[in-house]
T-cell receptor, first 115, second 114 residues
Framework: IAGITQAPTSQILAAGRRMTLRCTQD?????MYWYRQDLGLGLRLIHY???????GKGEVPDGYSVSRANTDDFPLTLASAVPSQTSVYFC??????????????FGDGTRLSIL | AQSVTQPDIHITVSEGASLELRCNYS??????LFWYVQSPGQGLQLLLK??????LVQGIKGFEAEFKRSQSSFNLRKPSVHWSDAAEYFC????????????FGDGTTLTVKP
């Protein structure tokens, strides 16, 4: 079934550790996104990528990094996790190019707890 | 900058009753508008979208939404709610030239009473 796969589905992590959340899509979408979802704050964009080889900062990029080596993969890395990064992380993709704005397809999320 | 407001944090309706979820947006030009639904433990799923043309758009699961430029609104409606509609609903606005980046509202949680 075509879509977005996120891994792991959940993780408990000690503060200060490095963690990479994986995201893979098989729809050949050019744009990909990482959001965090926190109670009462909705969805906040962390980083995005309009096409392979390019990335951009979203609303809350600090403490996170991304890379886009190819079309399908868009990993999110926490270099040194802190408790405030406890959240549910969603990866999304869309078939959007410069002037268009297509809807986004979402993965099922990664539930991350930083202790 | 674009923004979205969903005034209702939580709505409770009886099964079979009609539903309207409110969404107000702020954007200088014609926006791209979306409604998504999120069931517990899952990601967001697109219900419907408005890009241009007919201001009343039909979506999946019997939902519809109406774009009203004069009110900067894009309210979601369903004539008869089913228990399976209980979920969280997000309105989102996208901007032309913004390559797919959407701004999401904080969501409205829908509870359906039997």
């Amino acid at each position: 079934i075509a879509g977005i796969t996120q891994a792991p589905t959940s993780q408990i992590l000690a503060a200060g550790r490095r963690m990479t959340l994986r995201c893979t899509q098989d729809m050949r979408h050019n744009a990909m996104y990482w959001y965090r979802q926190d109670l009462g704050l909705g969805l906040r964009l962390i980083h995005y990528s309009n096409t392979a080889g390019t990335t951009g900062k979203g609303e809350v990029p600090d403490g996170y990094s991304v890379s886009r080596a190819n079309t399908d993969d868009f990993p999110l890395t926490l270099a040194s996790a802190v408790p405030s990064q406890t959240s549910v992380y969603f990866c999304a993709s869309s078939d959007s190019v410069a002037e268009e704005n297509q809807p986004q397809h979402f993965g099922d999320g990664t539930r991350l707890s930083i202790l | 900058a674009q923004s979205v407001t969903q005034p209702d944090i939580h709505i409770t309706v009886s099964e079979g009753a009609s539903l309207e979820l409110r969404c107000n947006y702020s954007y200088g030009a014609t926006p791209y508008l979306f409604w998504y639904v999120q069931s517990p433990g899952q990601g967001l799923q697109l219900l419907l979208k408005y890009f241009s043309g007919d201001t009343l758009v039909q979506g999946i699961k019997g939902f519809e939404a109406e774009f009203k430029r004069s009110q900067s609104s894009f309210n979601l409606r369903k004539p008869s709610v089913h228990w399976s509609d209980a979920a969280e609903y997000f309105c989102a606005v996208g901007a032309r030239g913004n390559a797919g980046k959407s701004t999401f509202g904080d969501g409205t949680t829908l509870t359906v009473k039997p």
